[in-house]
C-alpha cells in the first residue's frame, strides 16, 4: 500500500519558519523531494534525496515509486496550490495519496509588507512561461501580483507593459521574502525597466486611481482603428465583426487564427474575448502591418502577426479552435482545406464574402470537407447627418459563412 506523499510549503526562511510538525515530518520522512534550493534547508537530512534540477516529471517518477514503500515529503515554495507543485504531485501519485500542507504564499506576505488587502487582486504567474498574452489579461485591473523567474525578470516585465502604454502602474517589488536579505521597493515602470532584482521576487502592479484609461468593448467603432487611409475597405466593420466574433463562438483559452488581417480589428477583439488563448494573425500586404502592430500596441492585446500570404506558414501554428478568413488573396480552396483539417473538434471557420463567386465557391469546398455550414448576408445602414436632419447611408453587403465539421452539430 502507497504511504501518502505530504508536499510542505516552506519559505526562504527555511526551517527555521515552519511549524513544528511539519519539521517533524520533514526530519522522518526517509524521502525528502525538491528544488536545490529547497534542499539545501536541510543539509544534515539523513534521508535520500530527489532534486528537480533534472526535471520534474522524472523526478515525481521516483516520488511515486519511492511512496510504495518509504515515507516522502516533497519541499514546495509558500503555498504548493499557489502555481506550485502540488497539482504535478497529485496528477502523478494520485489526489488520494497526497498531503498538502501551505506555508504562507510569496503573494499573501508581498501584500502584506505592502500594507494593503489582495482578495480583489488579480494573480497572473510569467515563472517558467510566456508573457504572451498577458497584456490583454492584467490591463485595467486595479491590482495585479506577478511571479516572475530569472528570465522574465521585473525589468523584462517593466519593459513589455511600456511597451503597450501602461505606465499607469506603480510596482512594488517584493525580493528575498523571510530571508535576512529580504527588500521592498516601489518603483515607475520606467526607473523598473532599468533596474536588476533579485531572482526570488513578487511584482505588485498597482494602478495609479488619478489615470483614465479608456474601455473597448464589444464591437468597436471603426474610427478608433489604425487603417489605410484613404479608405480601401481594409477593415473588418464593426457590425459585420461582432457577427463573425459571435459565429467564433470563442472561449477564454481558444486559440485562434486571423488570415488576412487588414488592420487587426478581428485580432484586437479575438484576443480580448480570449485572454486566455493564443491569437496568430497573419497580412500579405506589408504596407498593412504597420496598422495591425499599432492597433496591437493601442488596444493592449498581446497577438502575434507574421507577413505572409497563407497557407503558407500556417504550418507552425497551433491548432485552433476558431478561424476568421477576411481574405485569401486568391488561394482560398488550398487555404479552407488546410485550415479544415486543421480545426480541433468542436471549432468553426467564419468566411467573409463580399462576392457571389466566394460565396459559391466557400459553400463548394465547405461540402466537399463534409463540413455544416450555415449564412447570414448582412446588409447594414449606418446614420449620417444630412444638413439639419439624419439619413442613412448603406454598407456593401457581406456574406457571413460560419462551417463546421457535421458531427459537432449532432
Not at 54 to 82: H, M, N
Not at 86 to 97: N, Q
Not at 166 to 190: R, T
Not at 373 to 401: C, D, F, H, W
Amino acid at each position: 500500500m502507497m504511504n501518502k506523499v505530504k508536499v510542505i510549503g516552506i519559505g526562504d526562511d527555511g526551517g527555521d519558519g515552519l511549524p513544528p510538525h511539519y519539521r517533524q515530518w520533514i526530519e522522518e520522512g526517509e524521502v525528502i523531494a525538491g528544488g536545490e534550493r529547497h534542499l539545501s534547508f536541510f543539509p544534515n537530512h539523513s534521508g535520500e534525496k530527489i532534486s528537480f534540477q533534472g526535471g520534474i516529471r522524472p523526478a515525481l517518477l521516483r516520488v511515486k515509486e519511492a511512496a510504495t514503500t518509504r515515507q516522502v515529503v516533497v519541499l514546495a515554495s509558500g503555498d504548493p496550490f499557489l502555481y506550485g507543485i502540488a497539482s504535478l504531485v497529485i496528477r502523478s501519485v494520485g489526489a488520494d495519496k497526497v498531503e498538502v500542507h501551505p506555508h504562507l504564499s510569496s503573494v499573501q506576505l508581498a501584500f502584506a509588507r505592502m500594507g494593503e488587502s489582495w482578495q480583489q487582486a488579480h494573480v497572473e504567474s510569467i515563472h517558467g512561461r510566456g508573457m504572451n498574452g498577458l497584456a490583454q489579461r492584467v490591463n485595467g485591473k486595479e491590482k495585479i501580483a506577478i511571479l516572475t523567474d530569472d528570465h522574465n525578470t521585473p525589468r523584462k516585465l517593466a519593459a513589455y507593459l511600456l511597451q503597450f502604454g501602461m505606465s499607469e502602474y506603480e510596482a512594488f517589488v517584493a525580493e528575498n521574502l523571510g530571508s535576512p536579505s529580504e527588500q521592498c521597493k516601489w518603483y515607475d515602470l520606467e526607473r523598473l525597466a532599468e533596474t536588476d532584482c533579485s531572482p526570488l521576487n513578487v511584482v505588485i502592479l498597482k494602478r495609479k486611481p488619478e489615470v483614465v484609461i479608456p474601455h473597448w468593448g464589444m464591437g468597436i467603432d471603426d474610427h478608433h482603428f489604425y487603417q489605410r487611409r484613404p479608405e480601401k475597405g481594409l477593415i473588418t466593420k464593426k457590425e459585420v465583426r461582432v457577427l463573425s466574433l459571435a459565429e467564433m463562438n470563442l472561449k477564454h483559452d481558444s486559440v485562434v487564427w486571423d488570415i488576412g488581417a487588414g488592420s487587426g480589428s478581428v485580432s484586437v477583439e479575438a484576443s480580448k474575448l480570449a485572454p486566455l488563448g493564443e491569437v496568430h494573425a497573419i497580412e500579405k500586404n506589408e504596407a498593412d502591418l504597420e496598422n495591425v502592430t499599432a492597433n496591437r500596441v493601442k488596444f493592449r492585446t498581446d497577438f502575434t502577426i507574421v507577413h505572409g500570404k497563407a497557407p503558407a506558414g500556417l504550418e507552425a501554428w497551433p491548432s485552433p479552435h476558431a478561424v476568421f478568413i477576411g481574405g485569401s488573396g486568391g488561394e482560398l480552396d488550398e487555404l479552407l482545406r488546410h485550415c479544415c483539417r486543421r480545426l480541433l473538434p468542436g471549432g468553426r471557420i467564419v468566411v467573409n464574402a463580399v462576392t457571389i463567386e466566394t460565396l459559391t465557391q466557400t459553400l463548394h469546398l465547405f461540402q466537399a470537407e463534409e463540413f455544416a455550414t450555415r449564412m447570414t448576408m448582412l446588409q447594414v445602414a449606418r446614420s449620417k447627418p444630412i444638413l439639419s436632419m439624419t439619413r442613412m447611408e448603406g454598407l456593401n453587403p457581406v456574406y457571413v459563412i460560419c462551417g463546421s465539421r457535421k458531427e459537432d452539430h449532432q
